[in-house]
């Protein structure tokens, strides 16, 4: 399948009046051509089920190069899957898209991909450590909902505990930044941590909360007891 076809079945889905209302809600630029989301979605799982992992990378590549709102979700969508191998193409290239990110729905399903990618391969963790010194506000951002898996695990391991640690250091670096996304990505990931270690959340906004923006100390601690 080339990007052509996959765009033509996009388009099959569009309905009218939806691509103003996506715009707006999502603050586009760039072209919406009004797809819901149930539609990519079911594209894109036929897609996966079809397509060898070197044709999904190519596709999802391709698909992101157009700078369709939809297209680039459908990209992301494309490499949303926990068993993936060979997977460093995949990998090299949701790392390659980082630096386009400027919308949370498209920098949001992208990061999803690139959980999958983490978790099969922990040691990616020190890549990601990197964005956390970005002038790039998204990328920024992005080291911290990418790696949103460690937040979840109940019982984790050593090795996952000093990922969780180590995400928390950069969260602490975060607390002075004033982007209101920034503050929204550290209260997101302290208030799912909270869920499954509460003393680490507790710990750390006890030690860094005073210097966060009220509404995002509030979020972070809408789970504890």
């Known amino acids: 399948m080339n990007v052509s076809e996959a765009l033509a079945q996009l388009r099959a889905h569009v309905e009218p009046g939806r691509a103003e209302q996506m715009a707006a809600y999502h603050k586009q630029t760039r072209p919406v051509i009004g797809v819901p989301n ?14 060898s992992v070197p044709d999904r990378v190519a596709l999802a590549d391709a698909l992101w190069r157009t700078d369709i709102f939809e297209a680039r979700i459908a990209a992301a969508k494309l490499l949303t899957q926990a068993r993936l191998r060979p997977d460093d193409a995949a990998w090299a290239l949701i790392q390659s898209w980082v630096a386009d990110f400027d919308s949370w729905a498209i920098a949001d399903h992208a990061c999803m991909a690139g959980q ?5 391969d922990p040691a990616r963790i020190d890549a990601v450590e990197t964005w956390t010194q970005s002038p790039h506000m998204w990328t920024r951002r992005a080291a911290l909902v990418i790696t949103l898996p460690w937040t979840k695990q109940n019982f984790p391991k050593p090795r996952e505990l000093e990922v969780r640690d180590r995400v928390l250091g950069w969260a602490a670096g975060y607390v002075d930044d004033p982007e209101w996304f920034i503050q929204k990505a550290v209260a997101w990931w302290l208030r799912d941590l909270s869920k499954h270690d509460p003393d680490r959340t507790r710990a750390f906004l006890e030690k860094h909360g005073d210097r ?7 979020e972070a601690a809408k789970h504890l007891p």
């Open 212 to 218: 966060m923006k009220p509404f995002a100390r509030k």
């Open 116 to 120: 999958k990618r983490l978790t099969a």
């Open 38 to 51: 149930t539609a990519t979605n079911d594209l894109t799982k036929h897609w996966r089920q079809v397509l």
